[in-house]
């Protein structure tokens, strides 16, 4: 980005953004606000309030934000305005979320962003409510075929685990059931690192026996809630911390970004409800977030992310905007020091690199493939940054 205007204040939204802001901007007129404000707050008429004043797009949803270099208190409103010189960008909603109509709503939404971008899209950033019934994977799926290895970055809304008010901005309206898609294209070069932590306590991995969806029955022929049992976790178990499964495909080969899953319910039938879908034949181990690995996953993306840049910069591209979306369970696994994800990027990255981020219950972002190609991923406890 040529030009960025930032605002970190955890009471920006009691204070009308001064007009002259986008002076700031070298491009206002393919400018963008990013915004991630807590729940709690009246954020319909916040996104109304800065879509008027900035004149210019929102984008963002309800979430705990990610502070950089505010440093003491993570939930309140951020706000990055990124605008750059040979850029367009463009901003579509989705038609109201209904499952069996996930891939016509996705090639709708994924259609009208592309046809209002000036040039091919470089990079799209997603922003996601939580979803009914947690249907995630079939709408991410179908949309990851859509961008044909288009690079996505993003995540569903988190709002201290009670998914009540989450909500994704466009323009100047806040929708709890609706998806935003925004596109970048000019000059965008991104670069990505993913980091992901996850302990298993047993070696014990059984396969998937019976499953629907996002249900899993049976494993091993046995079913979930005695596997559990098996392990030590009891039906209440979920409600203690934040419980994770790593689900690996029967035809899987590598380990390196894992998919994983939380554990969203133990069911009175013995099933287990998970925050994404889970094929028969996968193979499953229970996990949760061990807290002394979580600054050595941070570490392991941000080296990720630098290698990338370093590539990158050979052109003489310069960065200055950096995006970060992290599992809201990693936040909630820190209490005793919650910012030291984003401690960890303001002591790495440049003074002149301004940062946008937010965690969510659901990450998405790319990860690297075959021939040096990247395949975009669901993840879940894990940190994905973006830097442009």
Request: charged share 20%.
């Amino acid at each position: 980005m040529d030009a960025l205007g930032h605002n970190n204040n955890a009471d920006f939204g009691d204070v009308n953004p001064s007009p002259d802001i986008n002076l700031h901007l070298e491009n206002p007129e393919a400018a963008i606000a990013l915004l991630a404000c807590s729940p709690d707050s009246d954020y319909a008429e916040l996104v109304t309030t800065l879509s008027a004043s900035l004149h210019m797009p929102v984008a963002g949803l309800t979430s705990v934000g990610i502070p950089f270099d505010s440093g003491d208190e993570a939930f309140g409103t951020h706000v990055t305005l990124i605008g750059k010189k040979k850029t367009s960008r463009s901003v579509a909603v989705s038609d109201v979320l209904n499952h069996p109509k996930s891939r016509e709503l996705m090639a709708d939404m994924h259609k009208r962003c592309v046809d209002a971008l000036d040039g091919e899209p470089k990079l799209f950033l997603l922003f996601m409510p939580i979803l009914p019934n947690l249907y995630a994977d079939d709408y991410l799926d179908r949309l990851f075929e859509l961008l044909d290895g288009v690079p996505v970055v993003g995540g569903m809304a988190s709002d201290d685990f009670r998914s009540e008010r989450t909500a994704a901005f466009a323009n100047d309206s806040a929708y709890r059931d609706r998806m935003v898609l925004v596109a970048f294209s000019g000059d965008i070069r991104p670069a990505f690192g993913v980091g992901c932590e996850i302990t298993n306590p047993s070696t014990y991995s059984p396969v998937v026996t019976e499953a629907d969806g996002n249900v899993v029955r049976r494993v091993d022929d046995m079913l979930f809630s005695d596997y559990m049992n098996k392990l030590g976790f009891g039906p209440e178990a979920t409600a203690d911390f934040p419980l994770s499964i790593r689900i690996r495909p029967a035809d899987a080969d590598d380990d390196e970004y894992p998919r994983i899953s939380s554990i969203v319910a133990m069911n009175d039938d013995g099933s287990g409800t998970l925050s994404s879908n889970v094929e028969v034949g996968s193979t499953l181990s229970v996990g949760f977030i061990n807290q002394a690995n979580i600054i050595a996953s941070t570490q392991s993306a941000v080296d990720r992310l630098k290698s990338n840049m370093i590539d990158i910069e050979k052109d003489g591209y310069r960065f200055d905007t950096l995006f970060a979306v992290s599992c809201v369970a990693r936040y909630y696994s820190m209490l005793e020091q919650p910012n030291v994800e984003a401690q960890i990027l303001d002591k790495e990255m440049t003074p002149d690199i301004a940062g946008f981020g937010f965690y969510a219950f659901r990450e998405v972002g790319p990860v690297p493939g075959a021939n040096g190609t990247l395949i975009n991923q669901r993840h879940g406890q894990s940190l994905v940054l973006c830097a442009i």
